[in-house]
């Protein structure tokens, strides 16, 4: 069964990294552009990242640029997200998904998705 397991969330003062796992089973993460998303009470999701599966593109939002960096291990199957100086404003629930776009962000229909971690900043 395919599927996206995600873990690596929890609390973590303002300043403070964290970095979050997305790994993948029964399928490759090779041949599809991978993201991460997070959704906040009352916001609207959010596109965090994409990197490209053709090239070195990476999408990052522009609230997160500098701070976080995505990316992906073919040898383990898993895609990642270390996220640095975090900030309250930071606080959602984290999702890793496939299909997205790495210029925009956006994410396409029939991806997989995982399960979604917690990410809380607060001191």
């Known amino acids: 069964q395919a599927q996206l397991v995600t873990s690596g969330g929890g609390l973590v003062q303002p300043g403070g990294s964290l970095k979050l796992s997305c790994a993948a089973s029964?399928?490759?993460?090779?041949?599809?552009?991978v993201g991460w998303f997070r959704e906040a009470p009352g916001v609207e999701r959010e596109a965090v990242s994409c990197v490209s599966n053709y090239d070195d593109t990476i999408y990052y939002a522009r609230s997160v640029k500098g701070r976080f960096i995505a990316s992906r291990d073919k040898t383990n199957n898993t895609m990642y997200l270390q996220m640095n100086s975090l900030r309250p404003e930071d606080t959602a629930v984290y999702f890793c998904?496939?299909?997205?776009?790495?210029?925009?962000?956006?994410?396409?229909?029939?991806?997989?998705w995982g399960q979604g971690t917690q990410v809380t900043v607060s001191s």
């Open positions: 029964g399928f490759r993460l090779d041949y599809h552009a």
């Open positions: 998904a496939t299909e997205c776009s790495p210029y925009t962000g956006k994410s396409y229909g029939g991806a997989f």
